[in-house]
């Protein structure tokens, strides 16, 4: 299975709607939110975290005929269905451990919701009905039509027909996106050209690869950055508002906050477009990968390098080099952290001490000289199978 995610093109009665629909299913999930934790108080009932919402579900439903929460029905039902299945993921992420307590949504963070399409079949334009029970069938072109609302157009086409039946929208600054998963696999390779290769993840070079192949974060990451840092010191003096003081943001605050978050939409689409092509560039040549286990949070805690590790994202490199196994037919593994890839010498085996600041590898004992990065992937290739495990 895989996605795909288009951009919307979007007037502005649409961009409303959308607004009102991730403005419901916020509501919804707050709402759930500070019923099922207020619940905690009442000690003598005794019922899991889904019963409870289940309950919370109810309450609102009934509150839905009330004449001030009228609005809600203007929006798909499906809205207000996802909202809980969110929520009920949420909490049982946070009871297994795999992510902290649910917090509450705010639009300052981004917009989403979800619609799905429950039954019936969907008619195709000089095709009849197609019996895709559950599912909406889309077009190949520019207009994608979003179960419980209306077709939309698209930036970029869809390049073929297909279909799904849950469909995610999502906003980055001013921009909305949808995305849908489709009932398909890619086809794997079945020969890579290299069987073996190690990737040496740095903070001067993104990455190097034990074959000589490197690759580098581009500089406009950097001059975003400072754009974006000046800009924030120019808006410090605005009126953002404040909701416990009853305090509205000011019309420039909201221009300036707009033009912040296009600032950090493009400076992540960069390194997202990075990651994805170098991850992408090396499951296609290469069998075996071997990564290094860095400890990334222990690096982010050291100030002289929070900056550059957080900026060449060393745990979306390795996450996208596991998911994408499957896709190009890979085995990502992984190298005990303690393997002195970087103090080893790659020719005669020699440790030695290798400060940061030292980019070039002097050997004490050989006298072999070679790049830093490149000697430690050329030494995460040769390190021993008792120290590698699996991704």
């Known amino acids: 299975m895989f996605a795909i995610k288009r951009e919307l093109k979007l007037n502005q009665v649409e961009t409303s709607l959308m607004r009102g629909c991730a403005g419901f299913r916020r509501f919804v999930y707050n709402f759930g939110l500070k019923l099922l934790t207020a619940s905690w108080q009442f000690e003598d009932i005794k019922a899991s975290d889904n019963k409870r919402i289940d309950a919370i579900k109810k309450i609102l439903t009934a509150m839905m005929n009330e004449p001030e929460y009228q609005w809600m029905k203007k929006y798909p039902s499906t809205v207000y269905q ?38 019936g079949i969907y008619p195709v334009k000089g ?18 039509r979003l179960p419980g609302l209306f077709t939309f157009r698209l930036k ?59 690759y580098s974060m581009p500089t406009t990451t950097k001059t975003a950055k400072i754009k974006l840092g000046r800009r924030q010191w120019r808006d410090r003096h605005k009126v953002k508002g404040n909701r416990k003081s009853g305090i509205k943001p000011s019309n420039n605050a909201k221009k300036a906050l707009l033009k912040v978050q296009r600032l950090h939409a493009r400076i992540a689409n960069v390194r997202r ?55 190009y037919g890979t085995k990502l593994e992984i190298v005990d952290r303690w393997y002195p ?31 830093r990065d490149l000697n430690a992937s050329l030494n995460l290739e040769r390190a021993p199978d008792s120290l590698v495990r699996s991704a």
């Open 127 to 144: 095709k009849g009905a197609l019996p895709f029970t559950n599912r909406v069938v889309i077009e190949a072109g520019k207009k994608i």
């Open 156 to 214: 970029e086409k869809i390049d073929f027909m297909c279909s799904s039946q849950t469909f995610t929208v999502s906003r980055t600054a001013d921009k909305w996106f949808v995305s849908f998963v489709l009932d398909a696999e890619k086809v794997p390779p079945v020969i890579h050209p290299i069987e073996k290769a190690a990737i040496d993840l740095g903070v001067k070079c993104l990455a190097t690869v034990s074959d000589g192949t490197s």
């Open 82 to 119: 996802s909202a809980f299945i969110d929520l009920k993921d949420a909490f049982s992420r946070w009871r297994k451990g795999l992510s902290g307590l649910p917090k509450y949504k705010s639009k300052k963070k981004g917009d989403s919701f979800t619609v799905y399409k429950t039954s």
């Open 273 to 327: 477009d990075v990651i994805h092509k170098m991850t992408t560039d090396i499951s296609q040549r290469v069998y075996r990968i071997r990564l290094e286990d860095l400890n990334v949070k222990g690096m982010i805690a050291n100030p002289k390098l929070a900056e550059a590790v957080s900026n060449n994202c060393f745990d979306e490199i390795r996450r996208q080099l596991t998911y994408k196994q499957p896709m």
């Open 341 to 371: 890839s970087s103090k080893t010498c790659s020719q005669c085996g020699h440790i030695q001490s290798m400060p940061l600041s030292e980019r070039v590898f002097n050997c004490g004992n050989c006298g072999h000289t070679i790049d």
